[in-house]
């Protein structure tokens, strides 16, 4: 290696290094549209059903991605020429995304209006009305993910919105925060986060207290100490429940005398049931409720819950459904 090549390495090394944590630009930019179909919720099905409304197709607007909802895809699918599997991958989201701009009207722009509310918290008001106040949150969202600040949405702008992680709304649905060091970590896919709310919503009236979550994703992904996974946004870590239901302030364990199992599966059984057909796995250590085919046997599980949520066609094997 010549002396000059030797200079160089160490720049050129930081010059990735910075690239790879500048914020938003490159994680964002990797991501495809997700995946979606039979089972799902969240705020990217409410797209999804708002942009079949847009090219008039009937559908509900409640986020969730039941058989009315399939039904629905598979009609827009078969009149746009494409396969009619009723699954919303890239090449339908390419149809069904429609351009929108200052002036723009209509249910693609309540699309967008709840995307930069669930996904950059912008406050907007839900009236289809692409006005001043909605390109103004539009732009900021353009350059939290190193866009230009053109005011406009096609298919490239639609894809980084909707791709964004998203935070829980800890203070309306029965959920609190727990942190064991790593910041903010709380962000999910928009399905992990719609099927974790539908989930402790169920459990609300059971008696046992709030969902108490942990590490999801940092908000682009990528790495996280102490974890192998939770970089993707589908992996939910939950505390158990304990006899006091009071495991906002405080955590147990398996071994412990305050675990409440019951109550605990009474939990996952609910994360199932929100989620059908997208939940891969839950590790916890417990041996009941591993021989009840609830959870799975996993190193370092005996205090918590770990959802791992799937997506159909996902391009990594653990995540896929």
Known sequence: MSKMIRRLVPFVFALLV????????????????????LGNRGENVRAIQGFLLAHDVVAPTDGIFAKSTRAAVKTFQAANGL????????STWAKLVVRVSLGSTGEAVKVLQRQLNA??????EVD??????????LNAFRSHVGMPRTGKVGPLTWRRLIAHFELPRFKVNNLCDYSVGNGAAN??????????????????????????VGDVSREHGGDIPLHATHEVGLDVDIRLIRDAGDQCRWGTNRLWSTYDRSATRQLIKAIRAAAPGHVKLIYFNDPVLINEGLTTWY???????????????????RYRC
């Open 128 to 137: 289809g009305d692409f006005d001043v106040a909605t390109r103004k949150a």
């Open 18 to 37: 910075l690239a790879a944590s500048a914020p938003g630009a490159a994680a964002s930019a990797a991501r495809e549209f997700p995946n979606q179909s």
């Open 119 to 124: 996904k950059r918290q912008a406050g907007l």
């Open 299 to 317: 190193a370092g599980h005996d205090d918590h819950l770990h959802v791992r949520y799937c997506e159909r066609s996902y391009e990594i094997a």
């Open 187 to 212: 962000w999910g896919t928009s399905a992990a986060i719609g099927q974790l709310e539908a989930a402790a919503s169920a459990f609300q009236g059971k008696g046992h207290g709030r969902v108490s």
């Open 83 to 90: 396969t009619a599997k009723g699954v919303v991958g890239d």
